[in-house]
């Protein structure tokens, strides 16, 4: 809800900046500076600005709006052939409302540059419509020249919806309806082309293409899930490397071993007022050695955590690796849902994808709380030369606070439970990791690429 009530504030205070300067430029419209202005916003992303210019524009002299058509029907920069197409059209809308203008001929106003065509129109109206049509259908030829062009896809995408129907068949002879659909759909398309593109089909008069608009929505949104069922999987899977190379399957069996060892000795106790004689007394006897046995394991899982060999050092190498893909999962699961930037994908989806990411390592908290605690050892043992190993645990402490600190003010977490102790374990998952990232890359930049070297 903030990231939703963040985006509504830029939005709102765009779209203010934007209605400024509409306000400047219509004190000026002979003016050809404050005109680019004008036929910029025509062509604005947002609706509301989109509307305020012909409402500006429908009552403005004959001989003010041609110098708007020439100035629309001038060459526009390349990457500007998306935006031109669609003002020549808003200028065409425009037209058609002026009634008066088929009242007006031709002969009333001072044009010079009037092609052969041109001359049989019979009122303004017919040479406005000629030239913004004219200029229209030299656009929709240069995007035959180049169908990669995700511009020239979404403009031919227009020539299916407009009300022309030389536009219509002109379009469909370079790129057919079932193209256009294709092209949008396919994985390399960016999120903000695939979006712009069925937001354009949306408006087709065909009931038909509508429905087939709403059908590759739902088709898009099975193959993103389908993708962040991947993505957790992926995650899993560099998880168990991940503790599989560094003995954790030893021990997760250590630690049965001590668990059952624990409810022999609760077992026991059950039964000792039920007991007499003998047996309670070697009963008694026996406490101990479940202890001095618990001990023993318990040893074994520290010798796993301590192991300093180089062989298993340079496994952090690999480890180091990893856990960097797992957090670059992180932004595939959203950018990688398609091409493109973040503000382009449904923030629905965006949500279920970092739910899905923290949900995969919430399964992992207890051992990255241990890998955590691993690579503290590990970096307590590699210390104990250095001047500062005294100092190195309460060096640890202020780590783990500053991180602990950290992390709360990026989730906006307001609550007075430690990391340690909070319940949701995905984002406790993703703060334990981050740490234990900070100490790999701290223990190998300290303690291995000397010795490597």
């Known amino acids: 809800m903030l990231k939703e009530a963040q985006k509504s504030l830029l939005e709102k205070k765009d779209r203010i900046v934007k209605a400024s300067d509409i306000q400047k430029s219509r004190k000026h419209l002979t003016d050809p500076a404050h005109q680019e202005v004008l036929l910029e916003k025509l062509a604005d992303p947002d609706p509301v600005i989109r509307r305020a210019i012909p409402n500006i524009l429908v009552d403005i002299k004959p001989i003010v709006l041609l110098d708007f058509v020439r100035l629309a029907s001038k060459p526009f920069p390349t990457d500007k052939i998306l935006v031109q197409f669609n003002i020549l059209t808003q200028f065409l809308h425009l037209i058609e409302k002026r009634d008066p203008l088929k009242r007006i001929p031709l002969s009333e106003l001072p044009v010079e540059d009037i092609t052969e065509s041109e001359k049989s129109s019979q009122n303004l109206a017919e040479y406005f419509n000629d030239r913004l049509n004219r200029q229209r259908l030299l656009l929709i030829d240069q995007c035959q020249e180049d169908l990669t062009n995700f511009l020239h896809v979404q403009l ?24 256009v659909f294709s092209l949008a759909s396919d994985i390399s398309t960016p999120q903000d082309v695939f979006k712009s593109i069925l937001d354009i089909l949306s408006e087709h008069p065909d009931e038909a293409v509508q429905k087939r608009v709403e059908t590759t929505y739902h088709e898009e949104s099975e193959r993103m899930w389908n993708r962040l069922k991947e993505l957790e999987q992926t995650i899993n899977a560099y998880f168990d490397i991940i503790f599989q190379s560094l003995g954790f399957t030893q021990i997760n069996e250590f630690n049965i071993s001590i668990k059952s060892l624990e409810q022999a000795e609760k077992t026991i106790e059950s039964l000792d007022h039920k007991l007499k004689g003998e047996v309670k007394e070697k009963i008694a006897a026996s406490f101990p050695l479940f202890e001095e046995i618990k001990n023993a394991v318990e040893m074994q899982i520290f010798n796993i955590n301590a192991d300093i060999r180089p062989a298993k050092l340079k496994d952090l190498y690999h480890i180091q690796d990893i856990i960097q893909h797992i957090f670059d999962l992180k932004n595939i699961g959203k950018e990688g849902l398609r091409p493109g930037v973040l503000i382009d994908i449904d923030p629905q989806m965006l949500d279920k994808a970092e ?64 990391c340690n102790q909070c319940p949701k374990r995905g984002c406790a998952s993703e703060r334990f990791l981050t740490e234990t990232e900070f100490f790999i890359d701290e223990l190998i930049d300290n303690f291995l690429e000397e010795n490597d070297t």
């Open 156 to 179: 031919l995408a227009h020539c299916h919806c407009d009300s022309n129907e030389e536009i219509v068949a002109i379009g469909n002879n370079i790129l057919s309806m079932d193209d």
């Open 355 to 418: 739910k899905i990411w923290q949900s995969a390592l919430g399964q992992f908290l207890g051992r990255i709380k241990h890998l955590n605690e691993m690579i503290k050892i590990k970096f307590s043992i590699l210390a104990k030369d250095v001047e500062q190993h005294e100092n190195i645990q309460s060096d640890f402490a202020e780590i783990v606070e500053t991180f602990e600190i950290t992390h709360k003010q990026k989730v906006s977490c307001n609550l007075e439970i430690a």
